[in-house]
């Protein structure tokens, strides 16, 4: 089935968003990088606001599924599958086009905390978080909320220091950290 106009420019856009960020990115280059008319851009979204949001939406819907169904592949337990998150890392800041989180950047470039972009890249954050929760309860983790804010916060610093630093290996330094976290958790 071919996708509608409006799926298009949503997955056309996402890749600009990700690649040039929110703010460098004008509605006359998305008209040109996407190739939809700035009429029918307008027809489907009336600011470049509701386009982001509905970038972001798809953004979280495609990563957490990778992420998710990459995690399940590369471990069968709960508490490989929480450190088997690092590895699932790995192979996407391995990737050519890596350019950190787009939820990150959305919260950076749109600080106000109600603002609606601000939000949604928040949603994206609590449902990862509301993941490893679940699999901290399934691990047996003494402290699930707790080892599930350690593990994300690993997760989010790892993204960082692999776009910001481009040295090491920090997929594989958090790993080890996570390691240790759910060694005490599980003790």
């Given at each position: 089935?071919?996708?509608?106009?409006?799926?298009?420019?949503?997955?056309?856009?996402?890749?600009?968003?990700?690649?040039?960020?929110?703010?460098?990115?004008?509605?006359?280059?998305?008209?040109?990088?996407?190739?939809?008319?700035?009429?029918?851009?307008?027809?489907?979204?009336r600011?470049k606001?509701?386009?982001?949001?509905?970038?972001?939406?798809?953004?979280?819907?495609?990563?957490?599924?990778?992420?998710?169904?990459?995690?399940?592949?590369?471990?069968?337990?709960?508490?490989?599958?929480?450190?088997?998150?690092?590895?699932?890392?790995?192979?996407?800041?391995?990737?050519?086009?890596?350019?950190?989180?787009?939820?990150?950047?959305?919260?950076?470039?749109?600080?106000?905390?109600?603002?609606p972009?601000?939000?949604?890249?928040?949603?994206?954050?609590?449902?990862?978080?509301?993941?490893?929760?679940?699999?901290?309860?399934?691990?047996?983790?003494?402290?699930?909320?707790?080892?599930?804010?350690?593990?994300?916060?690993?997760?989010?610093?790892?993204?960082?220091?692999?776009?910001?630093?481009?040295?090491?290996?920090?997929?594989?330094?958090?790993?080890?950290?996570?390691?240790?976290?759910?060694?005490?958790?599980?003790?």
């Open positions: 089935m071919r996708p509608n106009k409006r799926d298009e420019l949503v997955r056309k856009a996402l890749q600009v968003f990700y690649r040039d960020g929110f703010h460098a990115t004008g509605m006359d280059r998305l008209v040109v990088e996407t190739g939809v008319s700035k009429t029918s851009m307008y027809k489907h979204f600011t606001e509701e386009l982001i949001l509905a970038v972001l939406r798809l953004r979280d819907e495609n990563f957490r599924n990778w992420f998710v169904r990459r995690i399940e592949e590369l471990a069968d337990t709960p508490a490989d599958q929480l450190l088997a998150a690092f590895d699932a890392l790995g192979e996407w800041f391995r990737e050519d086009n890596f350019r950190g989180c787009m939820f990150i950047k959305a919260g950076a470039e749109y600080q106000d905390p109600d603002h972009i601000h939000v949604q890249a928040g949603e994206h954050k609590r449902l990862l978080l509301e993941y490893f929760t679940d699999l901290c309860r399934k691990a047996g983790a003494r402290d699930p909320d707790k080892l599930a804010c350690q593990l994300l916060l690993l997760k989010e610093g790892a993204i960082v220091t692999a776009v910001l630093l481009r040295n090491g290996d920090p997929a594989r330094d958090a790993k080890e950290a996570a390691a240790v976290l759910l060694k005490n958790a599980l003790a």
